[in-house]
């Protein structure tokens, strides 16, 4: 018992003998709580707003953004309600947009926005959103906890774009941000969703083309676009022939619309290519009920298709069915002459 007394002793003179710093120091500070602050790491403190954020902006402008966000934060936890805290909201989000964390940068300018929605620099917040998205639509991946890369993801790059056009519907980024929100749809895969993503792609189109209708570049370019969603989603495996009607009818009402554009004969080839696909499915419906002796579906088909075709003179499918028609048609001349 004696002997552990003594070594208790000793160990209680060395520490007491041999002072050290501790290197991982808490300091509590009212409005923060416990923070940690290395040793001679609170140089950069100060207690007022004003300059406090000129420490912050002092720092960004060296590049120091490990000490510009600290005290940027500081800025906004300590003064929230202060006219300091839009700026030190500010430049968190280009704190993290220099550091290449794009996601967080984007929801610290969404919490700008939406905190402080009459901050002096409101377009160009909007401008640095819609930058962002557009890099994560190029392909930039997303990344778990803001560090670990995680793929690309255009439903949350759509998210996007959906919350810079709510910040600012007729702002000077928003006409293209809608047309962007189409073009991510598109991009993305249709296994791993419920909804057509090409559906979801028409419809971001079309709110462009309504939206912007005074716009006569950017409503030309959405309802063309919406036009082309419809052909690719009739291009798949499976031919929808209501789909291939939506498209034909887009096209139609852009050529109307729009007969000037330099897309009007891609669009118009476009059509006379849906409408051979229309007609060949109606054809094969024909054939399938003439092989089973139905004569008045077979017959139905056929004019359908030539119905379809009436204005591509010419094509291989209208002649046949014509053909199919007038011997369907003799025959039954045929059958009454005999009765």
């Known amino acids: 018992m004696n002997r552990w007394s003594v070594r208790l002793a000793c160990i209680v003179v060395c520490v007491l003998a041999f002072p050290f710093t501790c290197p991982a120091p808490l300091v509590y500070r009212p409005g923060e709580g416990w923070v940690y602050e290395p040793v001679g790491g609170g140089k950069w403190i100060r207690t007022r707003a004003q300059d406090q954020l000129e420490v912050a902006q002092t720092a960004f402008d060296k590049k120091d953004y490990s000490t510009a966000f600290k005290a940027a934060r500081r800025t906004i936890k300590v003064w929230r309600l202060s006219d300091y805290a839009p700026k030190a909201q500010y430049l ?18 969404q919490r700008l ?32 906890w803001g560090y670990i890369p995680f793929f690309p993801s255009m439903d949350r ?18 006409p293209q941000a809608q047309m962007n929100i189409g073009a991510a749809r598109e991009k993305q895969v249709s296994f791993f969703n419920r909804v057509d993503p090409f559906h979801e792609a028409v419809k971001a189109y079309e709110t462009a083309a309504d939206r912007y209708r005074e716009n006569k570049t950017v409503a030309a370019e959405a309802l063309f676009k919406a036009g082309h969603a419809y052909y690719k989603q009739a291009q798949k495996a499976e031919y929808d022939q209501s789909v291939a009607g939506q498209a034909i009818a887009t096209f139609s009402d852009f050529m109307v619309l729009y ?28 054939r399938f009920y003439e092989k089973k002796r139905r004569w008045d579906g077979a017959r139905t088909y056929y004019n359908d298709v030539v119905n ?27 059958r009454t002459a005999r009765k």
Request: glycine share 6%; aromatic share 10%.
């Open 92 to 109: 968190l989000g280009r704190c993290y947009e220099a550091e290449h964390q794009d996601e967080r940068a984007f929801r610290e300018y």
């Open 113 to 144: 926005l939406e905190k402080y929605p009459k901050v002096e620099n409101y377009q160009e917040v909007l401008t640095r959103q819609f930058e962002i998205a557009n890099r994560f639509l190029a392909g930039q991946w997303f990344r778990l």
């Open 157 to 174: 790059t759509a998210g996007m774009y959906e919350k810079l056009i709510k910040n600012g519907p007729f702002s000077e980024v928003a």
């Open 259 to 286: 007969p000037g554009d330099s897309r009007a004969q891609e669009a118009q080839k476009m059509i006379g290519e849906l409408k051979t696909e229309q007609a060949r499915g109606s054809f094969e419906i024909a």
């Open 308 to 334: 379809i075709l009436r204005t591509e003179p010419g094509s291989p499918y209208a002649e046949a069915a014509k053909k199919r028609i007038d011997a369907i048609n003799k025959r039954a001349e045929t």
